[in-house]
């Protein structure tokens, strides 16, 4: 009987180390660790600008001159980690990014694009601009608004997938650098055409 009871306790205690280590169980506090890291690297590369470490996220290649500007602006950003779970090669951040309001740049944007394009000025070289004149012209209007200090931020709770590909932490989906710049890039490329 003893060896019964003994053998069902060895039994019971294997059943449960697998199940923990089919879970993830045993390294989930460690995966999370590591996906916060990964993720507070992210998050820092777009801070710092580093147009190499943004563009694994967005392509940049498209308005170079409009892109750089962008990254630039992206030194406003800040993020409070909320927490990070973590399930084997995949997990789940929840964080607060505090970043400046689209919808403001976007708005000043267009007011300062709109008294351009009516000045006399800007009426007497048009029909002579070339598009990469026009450009510039209209990416100059862009950087003096992300440099005026005139746009406010706003703040929003986001949840971030990421996944673990090769040994590293990724963001799974490209919803977080799309709303820092990605939005930002296809409505002014709207606007310019």
Known sequence: MRKTLKLLA???AAVSLLTLAS?????????????????G??????????TAAIEEYVDLSADPELSAALAASLGNISYDIKSVSANGNTATVDVSVTSLDTSQVMQKYIE???ALVSSPDYQSKVG????????ALMNEQLENIL??????TVTTDE???MSKEDGEWKLSDSALPDKLIGNTLSA???IKQ
């Open 10 to 12: 060895a039994s019971a």
């Open 23 to 39: 879970c993830g169980g045993g390294n989930s506090a460690e995966s999370a660790q590591e996906a916060q890291q990964a993720f």
């Open 41 to 50: 690297a992210v998050m820092d590369g777009f801070k710092s600008g580093d």
């Open 112 to 114: 300062s694009v709109a």
């Open 128 to 135: 002579t601009m070339t598009k990469e004149e026009y450009d």
């Open 147 to 152: 440099s005026s200090g005139e746009i406010g």
């Open 159 to 161: 949840t971030i997938e």
């Open 188 to 190: 002014i490329d709207q």
